[in-house]
């Protein structure tokens, strides 16, 4: 994959979407390796105290129609979830993105950051290295 572009963005948020819908239950601290460090994904239901969500932009606009959803959360979502996840690192990502999505539950919060948030460490983020090539290093 080279580069990130608007089909890549719009995939990411659709497989981060029916995570959410899914396979979330309350929190889900997710990592991927790049050829630039690990990249760590957090997606959780409940706000920490104190916080608001005016910082989440919401990729609800981005999604396809309820209908034309595939509905579902397969491993090849997994793996899809993976590879787009270590592209937007690649080549978006600064230093965190904040996203929000709305299921049948209620709103997910999303985070994809470059080090873990403030009070987790990298062993309580689950790898997803195992459905990734190894990273291309020196490009």
């Known amino acids: 994959m080279n580069g990130f ?22 929190v889900a601290l997710l990592r991927a390796r790049t050829r630039y460090g690990d990249v760590y994904v957090e997606l959780f239901r409940t706000l920490a105290p104190g916080m608001t969500d005016a910082g989440f932009r919401s990729i609800d606009h981005e999604l396809p129609p309820l209908g034309a959803r595939e509905n579902r959360f397969t491993r090849a979502h997994e793996v899809r979830l993976a590879v787009l996840v270590r592209a937007y690192a690649e080549h978006e ?3 965190w993105t904040a996203l929000r999505t709305q299921t049948t539950c209620g709103p997910v919060y999303i985070g994809i950051l470059n080090v873990p948030a403030p009070g987790r460490t990298h062993e309580d983020h689950r790898p997803l290295d195992h459905l990734l090539p190894t990273p291309d290093v020196g490009m």
């Open 93 to 95: 990502l600064d230093q």
């Open 5 to 26: 572009d608007r089909a890549d963005q719009r995939q990411l948020g659709v497989v981060l979407h029916e995570y959410a819908e899914h396979v979330l239950d309350e």
